[in-house]
Nanobody, 125 residues
């Protein structure tokens, strides 16, 4: 099983980025797809999730109204649309697959069934 995140880069505050997560080797359409991020010196934090039928849960209050998650079960891909980026969004972003949880304190990066490599997002002027 593999999850590969891509699309990161260096952007200025206020810019937008679209991250992609390409999955293979497992039943993508059965799983919730999560985006985590990890800032330097910090643990992975769950940001947002989308369930198999397209409903999303936002765990991080600071991204509400700015980040949108989507998925395409036909091509085993999830997307994270990030708008109005801020310096505090700087982190390595990872995608993962697991059961759907409605509360962030009910899961961790380590409890995800499948975990992928990250893509760096740097927001700086």
């Amino acid at each position: 099983a593999q999850l590969v995140a891509s699309g990161g880069g260096l952007v200025q505050p206020g810019d937008s980025l679209r991250l992609s997560c390409a999955a293979s080797g497992f039943a993508f359409h059965y799983y919730g797809i999560y985006w985590f991020r990890q800032a330097p010196g910090k643990d992975h934090e769950g940001v947002i999730c989308i369930n198999p039928t397209g409903e999303s849960v936002v765990y991080e209050d600071s991204v509400k109204g700015r980040f949108t998650i989507s998925r395409n079960n036909a091509n085993n891909t999830s997307y994270l649309e990030m708008n109005s980026l801020k310096s505090e969004d700087t982190a390595t972003y990872y995608c993962a697959a697991g059961p759907l949880y409605f509360r962030r304190d009910h899961f961790t990066w380590e409890t995800m069934h499948y975990r992928g490599q990250g893509t760096q997002v740097t927001v700086s002027s």
